[in-house]
């Protein structure tokens, strides 16, 4: 076999099996010799690349078993979930004596200057440096002597997988994140539910309040209506002779639409009502009296009573002191007496 | 033409998953995996011995290549050729770690690799004609080159290391090697053109 001619190409191969563990122990004892093991290396990177490279295609397939393309994918998603960095362990001793990488090029034109991807991930993607006899050459050059990163997957297949125990810890940091954040979210809706509840009483009670106002101006309205009318009847109301129910100033006034239904009464300067008791309207017609309804006075303010309806044929208007509720019939004394009914035009 | 052109488009598809997976794809992914998974695992359990250890070294290589496919280039060599160089540096990290008793055992378990063959389908004929070209021209390789280029592809081995396993001068190593490698290389010119 050495007998056999070798051309420069070859010669500069053996020069570089040669040459590889001095260049993988990174000592240059001679510059001019290493940039020949530099031309010596390429060359022999390119047939490796050429020849080797070839030698797996010559295997027969294997059919992995059905759960690894699922547990990849997953590792993979759950790398891509977590972005963490897969450890890289440190090389054991052994392993530094491992096989170089086997970067090798290719002989096609063009591609000659490009390094191959390299096996080991972690090595970074800089600028292509040239290749030395350590990086090519991998089964020729004594390992021993290579810097490289080991494979980390390499060491951690050897033990149980780690990533169930990332996955379960990122999982479990979410969902305490979640919780909290979800607390928190409970909390903030409370907060705002009880707000708006709130909110929503004092509407209600602005609404009824609405309401009555919207009643009252309506009634007003409706009495300034009645009383403005031109064919309005009055009727003033005065403490009934004798009585002592009323103040002498007391006074009040009915005013009777020209329907003689709708009326409108006012009355001020009466007693504050007394405990249990309630000021009565008697319309007297036909000489009998009917209720027209009962109110109450507050020191310093008036008393406002309207209706739609009042009896027919009605003469006179009284108002007495009742039990809270009224009566059925006056029983209480007399406080104010109206028996005039005036046309005011 | 038509087998010729074949593995060439197959090899521009490879590199277009390569994209894809660089651009965060699983799917892709997923596909790579359907592509060159039967051939890396021969080749893992080929060095290592052990299909167990193969499978993890090929999920391994193709997590390497899920989180590095942005470093890969199309002009320096092909998609196949990327991954066989991925795998086979793993595997052999792996076997470097063990105790070379063991070494030697399991690859003698290895010499029946056809236990674990795949079933029909997996590969299509282009690649059944390939791969018998290739072991055809390997067969044909005087045994003492065989020897050595076995020594040095699947099990890593140094040119000083294969001296002393085989008792060989180095310088006899070194020969037989390199005429092995030309060899192979003048045999496998168009398989070399489509693969790398």
Not at chain 1, 186 to 207: D, I, K, P, Y
Not at chain 2, 58 to 73: G, I
Not at chain 2, 153 to 158: A, D, M, N, Q
Request: aromatic content about 4%; glycine content about 6%.
């Amino acid at each position: 076999m050495s007998d056999e001619r070798l051309q420069s190409e070859d010669q500069a191969i053996l020069l570089a099996l040669e040459m590889a563990p001095q260049a993988a122990l990174k000592v240059s004892p001679e510059q001019g010799r290493a940039a020949e093991g530099e031309d010596a290396t390429e060359s022999l990177s390119r047939l490796y690349l050429e020849a080797l490279g070839m030698m797996p295609f010559a295997l027969e397939p294997l059919t992995p078993s059905a759960g690894l393309k699922g547990r990849m994918l997953m590792t993979a998603a759950g790398d891509e979930t977590q972005e963490v960095r897969r450890p890289v362990l440190s090389p054991p001793v052994r392993q530094a004596a491992s096989t170089p990488p086997p970067s090798i090029e290719s002989t096609r034109p063009g591609v000659a200057e490009a390094p191959l991807p390299r096996a080991a991930p972690e090595r970074p993607t800089s600028p292509r440096p040239r290749p030395t006899s350590a990086e090519i050459a991998p089964s020729v050059a004594p390992a021993a002597s290579v810097p490289y990163r080991p494979s980390a997957g390499a060491e951690a297949r050897s033990r149980p997988s780690r990533w169930p125990f990332r996955l379960a810890a990122t999982l479990a940091v979410a969902a305490l994140g979640l919780s909290g954040w979800l607390g928190w979210q409970v909390e903030e809706q409370s907060g705002e539910l009880a707000r708006l509840r709130t909110e929503a009483r004092q509407a209600q009670v602005r609404e009824a309040e609405l309401v009555q106002l919207r009643q009252e101006v309506k009634a007003f309205e409706s009495s300034v209506a009645l009383v403005s009318s031109p064919l309005v009847l009055v009727c003033p109301l005065r403490p009934a002779v004798g009585t002592t129910a009323a103040p002498l100033g007391a006074r009040a006034v009915l005013y009777v639409a020209a329907d003689h239904q709708h009326w409108y009464f006012t009355a001020r300067g009466l007693q504050e009502s007394p405990a249990g008791q309630e000021y009565q309207i008697w319309f007297v017609a036909d000489g009998r009296p009917v209720s027209g309804g009962t109110f109450s006075m507050k020191p310093g303010e008036a008393a406002h009573v309207s209706s739609e309806t009042m009896p027919t044929g009605t003469t006179a208007i009284s108002i007495t002191l009742e039990r809270k509720g009224g009566a059925v019939i006056p029983t209480g004394p007399q406080v104010l007496l109206g028996d005039q009914m005036q046309q005011i035009s | 033409m038509e087998s010729t052109n074949q593995p060439l488009s197959r090899a521009i598809a490879d590199v277009a998953l390569v994209q894809r997976i660089a651009d965060r794809r699983p799917d892709a992914l997923a596909e790579l995996y359907d592509r060159h998974a039967p051939m890396l695992l021969a080749l893992a359990t080929r060095i290592l011995g052990n299909q167990a250890e193969g499978e993890d070294v090929v999920q391994d290589t193709l997590l390497q290549v899920w989180h590095k496919a942005k470093s890969y280039d199309p002009a320096r060599s092909s998609v196949s050729t990327w991954l066989v160089l991925l795998a086979r540096s793993r595997a052999i990290d792996r076997l470097r770690s063990r105790n070379v008793v063991d070494r030697t055992a399991q690859a003698a378990h290895a010499d029946n690799p056809r236990t674990h063959t795949s079933p029909k389908g997996v590969e299509d004929v282009l690649s059944r004609e390939r791969r018998e070209r290739v072991r055809r021209e390997l067969d044909a390789l005087p045994a003492e080159q065989r020897q050595v280029l076995d020594l040095a592809f699947f099990e890593g081995l140094t040119q000083v290391e294969i001296a002393e396993r085989t008792e060989i001068p180095l310088g006899t190593v070194k020969t037989r090697t390199l005429l092995a490698m030309k060899k192979l290389r003048a045999a496998l010119r168009e398989e070399i053109r489509e693969l790398l």
